[in-house]
Structures are given as structure tokens and as C-alpha cells.
């Protein structure tokens, strides 16, 4: 299968696709994960911060690894397929798991139930998502092709987050009794947890084999190495080593490491200092941010036409991290805008998405570019090993996130687990912890990310320069064992 030809739209649609689940899941498990456990649970938030931090931390070391072993591993199944199929398969029991534990266990037993599904449905999400991840930078190597199959990609994300995201309060938590939060509920959790699952596992199968026949995707000759620890170790290095990745990767870890602390306190920061609990509502909110989200996608694609896709990336750090602080700023009690006031915050989540939807695309766009570089300095075709790497630095400051937003809730904050009326000092301090940190990490993000210097001129020079040694090798190749003559006409 060559990558050079252009794909059609089914095959793009089906591999597209993939993202869904993983969407699915960091959503869902951002919006309802730390409130579920502090709040309808009542296990104490630094705990709920070092199950999902201890949890992160081992999804971070094994992403590198599965991209690694995948970039080198040949069974018949297809070196990324083989994975793809293990992950589908497991990958909805965990995140079930996870919002269903039995009532009335030990606070000790909780925590365990917390970190041992968590470990299930973080292990299964990376075994299908690297492996798919690296297949997108396989399947093309045209500079704008790359960036529409990232786009498309990140649209039917957004619009999986979107379904997932607005529908979820409205199935799972209705509003039942007056002046009692629905969110309280226990059951709501696990039907969610039951329904979102399956289609997670449904949707991977799907996307799994529908890019069937690119399982024997052509991988470089080094990649049949073997699965030495010291190698795995020494690829890692030097992935590091180009310095535009190694930009893009501290960049995208401090992008995370902020959007996450903000995702992790959603709920919080809506019911307690915006003061809005009304499940219609806080649907409404996940529908602007998303549905903006799918707009900003079709207009920043059109946009990466003519920009360069590094400087629409500084483009979408800055405007999300302004719009972070602005909502931090605005709303609240003794702010302008007020607390209650549905309309400015649904302005405010519609901003944030249009502008932060081009972190849902290009970063991956900018890796597959990378790629590239990488194999005209050494020759080989890393796409696990980078993509791995940047999931290691998402999953690093997901897993740090999660830590210290428990940690600086129960210690800065001070907010008590269970508590209907928190103080005015912790309501403000949720408040930062929310908007202004974030946007102080973020605004971070994008000054770490000027060292990036792969655009449309050098990647012109990169695969020209790359279309020329293939084509010197095809040559040594027939040079070396020429074709059979052809056979003698009979008499």
C-alpha cells in the first residue's frame, strides 16, 4: 500500500473516526470524574488527585513503549491493526468500571476501585489510540492532505465530545426534584458509564476494520530492529533530539497541564462560582463549545491553506488562554457579569472552543511533518515512536493535573467533600484554579512553542529531498537484481 497516493473520502471518514472514543472518554471523564468520586462518593479530593495521578503516570510510560513496539512489531494482523483490535475489545469494560463501583466500600477499597479500573481503561484507550494515532502519518505524506485527514479527524471528535458532552446531563441526569442537584445521583454514573462504554468499543471495532487494508502499511527497513530495551531507550532520545518535536512537545504538555486543572474543575467552577446548576444549562454550555468547535474546524482548516500551520497553533494557545482569563475575570460574584448569567457563559464556552479547536488538529499535522524530517536525518520512520511521545506528555500533564487540582482544592481551596456551600475564599480560589492558572500555563504553552520551525517551504525541500533517495534506492535495488529476461518466442 503506498501512502503517496491521495485517499478517498470513505477511507478518511472511517479512519477519522477513531479519535471518537478518546474523545469520548477524556470529556466525559474530565466533566464527571473528579465531582463524581469527591462529590457523590465522598473520597477525599487529594486521593481522587493521586489515583488519577498515579494512574497517568503509568499510561504515560507505556505510550512511548506501545508506539515503539509497534513501529517494529510484524505479526499478520499488521504491525498497528494487531494493537488497534486488542485495545477496541477492552477498551469500554474499564471506562464502565470506572463509574460504577459497588456502594458502601471503604474509603481505602474506593480508591483502589478508582485506580484499578482507571489502569484498565487507560491502558486499553493507549493499545488502540498510538498504534491509530501513528497509521494517519502512514496513510499520507502530502503537507495539506495531512492537515484536512487531522481536521476531519478532530471535527468528528468534537462532534463525538459534542453528542457525549451536552446529551449526558440531559439521559443520565435529569432534573427529577426541585432544588436537588441531579448530578448527585449514583445510578446516572453507571448507566453512563454502561451506554458510552459500548459505543466506545463499538466505534473502535468499526474504524479498526475499516482501514483494514492499510494494516501492511510499508514500514523502513530499521524497523525490523529488535525490541531491546536499550533501543526503546535510545529512540526516545533521539526523537527528542529534533528540536522543532521537542518544542511542540513541551508545548503540548503545558497546554494539557492547563486544560486539564480547567476540565477537572468544570463542574465546580459552574455550580459554585458561577452558580449555575440547572442540567439544561450545563448541556447548553457543552453544545456551544463544541458546536463552535466544528465551525472553528472548517474555518481554521481554510485558514491553514494560506498560514502556517505552527503560527495557527500559537494562534488558537493564545486566544483560548485569553478567553480562559476572561471568563475568570467577568463572571463570578462582585464581577461584572455576575453569577447565573447563562448567556455570557455560553459566549464564553463558544469562544473557547472556536479558538481552541485548532489544538483538536494541527498539533498532529505538525508531528506527521516531523516525521518526515526525522527520516531524511536518519533513515528511519518513527511515526509510534513521535506519536507516543506526544501522547506520553498529554497523559504526564493530564496525570499532574489531576494530582494537583486534588491537592489544591482540599488544600488550597478548602473545599470539604460533600459540601453544598462552600466559603466565599474557597469559591474565588476554585475560581483561579479554574481560569487563572490555566491561562497563566497555556499562554506558557504557546511561548514554548516559537522554537518550531518545520513549515510548507521546508517540508517542500524535505520530501523532495526524500522522493529523491527512495528513488536512488529503487534503482540500487533493480541495479543489484535486475528483472528476469523476458522468455525466447517459440519456434
Known sequence: MQPRSRLDRRTKLLYAAGDIPNAVKTVLAALFGFYFYTSVMGLPASLVGLAGGIGLAWDAAIDPYIGHISDRARFRWGRRHAFMLVGALTMGIGFWASFAPPRGLSTTALFLWLLGTGFVARTAVSVFQVPYLALGAEMSRDYDERTSITALRGFLAVGGALAVGSLSFLLFFPNRTAGVDPKLHHAGYAAMGLVVGAVMTLLSLLVTLGTWRWRHAPAAADETAPLAPGRFFASFAECLHRSSFRALFASSTLFHLGISMSAALSIHFLTHYARVTDSPALGGFQVAFYVAGLAGIVFWLRVSRVMEKNVLYLLGTVATAAAMLAVFLLIGEGHALGTGNVRALVVGHALVGFFGSTLWFVPAALIADVVDEDELATGQRREGAFFGLYSFG??????????????????????????????????????????????????????????????????????????????????????????????????
Request: hydrophobic share 50%; net charge positive.
Open 394 to 491: 498529554q497523559q504526564l500533564a493530564t496525570g499532574l493535573a489531576l494530582l494537583l487540582t486534588g491537592v489544591l482544592v482540599e488544600r488550597f481551596a478548602g473545599l470539604v467533600p460533600g459540601q453544598a456551600a462552600p466559603s466565599a475564599q474557597t469559591v474565588w480560589r476554585i475560581g483561579l484554579l479554574y481560569g487563572g492558572v490555566p491561562a497563566a500555563l497555556i499562554l506558557a504553552a504557546a511561548a514554548t512553542a516559537l522554537p518550531y520551525r518545520v513549515g510548507r517551504r521546508e517540508m517542500a525541500a524535505i520530501q523532495l529531498k526524500l522522493d529523491q533517495r527512495r528513488s536512488s534506492s529503487s534503482w540500487g535495488v533493480l541495479a543489484a537484481h535486475p528483472p528476469d529476461p523476458p522468455l525466447a518466442p517459440r519456434e
